[in-house]
């Protein structure tokens, strides 16, 4: 008897409880979609943040704030604020915007080149959208050739779509196709804070059609631009081609087609357009490649990377050794650099049993004379 009065008065005590005492309406919300991050005029650093506009039911036509400024298009609000750090930029930004401002649904946090150069400064603003303001950790992240602000207003939604489906739509095909990177806010956050690992974001530009008639040169691909040189013409003004490799102290451009063979390297390309003498043939990747270091090898460190292929014209040769060229072109342009965006470093670790071997084996040198061994699966 006492465990069913007891059951009852559990009951009658939940019945009393709303569970959303704490609960905010959507109507109070506002929901960021893309973030930039620029050097401040008079303040240590300008933020940028890109709301989807509200408009009230019933009127389609009406404005709901902004009047004609340029900082209001196609459906979305941009405003702006300068402050010494993130955390006072956000506080302004509360201060003029007259709802609650949420960074869960964040798509797209932009890094101008200039900021870049300030690593300490974009470490304590990655940190604070992470752990402080709850900033959505899957957000990508990109580094604009150029103000950051002028990507942001220059975005477009293309075909209908709302702009966080078009950037995502937009992304997905482009890293689908190689030429760009998936850069996670928590994984570029942890490469970038970790020395001797090389983060890598997504390259981004303000497209002036100046390459329409005249093509930038870039390389003998037909991937191989920066974002910003495409030549093309369209509604949409912003590139995403290419891809920033930022090293301890160096910061170093990739262009579309040596994206596709970093992506390659990381596993995540299954198929590469290969053009020699104006004949194109497709090249297939039925897994990753597989990578062994030695760092201690009594002939010196060496890698070694067994590429699997599969091509669909009977003499592939040429195609196979060029791209053994390219991928050995494109490490050596990194190890000079000394960037390891590859992270053979994880892989040269396993040679170590203790964190005191690891420290004594000095991995940053053993990488600069590495020898890299290319060879097809």
Known sequence: MRKWAAVLLMAALAMQLTGCYDAV??????????????????????????????????????DSGGGNSDLKKDGYLIEQVEGDDLSACLTLM?????????LMQLRGIFISETLANSRVTVQECLSALLSTHNARPTATVFLTRGRAEDVLSAQVPLFGARLS?????????????G???????????????????SAVAVLTAVNGMQYISAPSSQGTQATSYLAGDVPRNTVGTTDYCGCAVFGDEDLMFLDGYETQLLNLMLGKL???????????????????????????????????????????????????????????????????RKMDPVDFAQRARVSALTLEDWGAMDWPALYARAVFDISIA
């Not at 005029?41 to 009406?62: D, F, N, S, W």
């Not at 490649?289 to 599969?310: E, N, Q, T």
């Open 25 to 62: 309406d959507l109507g109070d919300q506002i929901f960021a979609i893309n973030l930039a991050l620029d050097k401040g005029e008079t303040k240590a650093l300008r933020l940028t943040m890109q709301y989807p506009q509200i408009t009230p039911v019933g009127k389609e036509g009406a």
């Open 94 to 102: 509360r201060m003029v915007t007259p709802r609650k401002m949420d």
């Open 165 to 177: 489906k078009s950037q995502s739509a937009q992304s997905s095909q482009l890293q689908e196709q």
């Open 179 to 197: 030429v760009i990177t998936a850069s996670p806010l928590n994984t570029f956050y942890y490469c970038f804070a970790t020395p001797g690992c």
């Open 270 to 336: 299954r198929e590469l357009n290969m053009e020699i003498g104006g004949r194109t043939v497709s090249l297939y990747f039925p897994r990753a490649p597989r990578i062994k270091v030695k760092p201690l090898d009594p002939d010196g460190p060496r890698i070694a990377i067994r590429v699997p292929v599969l091509c669909d014209v009977p003499d592939a040769a040429p195609y196979t050794q060029r791209l053994i060229d390219d991928l050995a072109t494109l490490l050596l342009k990194l190890q000079q």
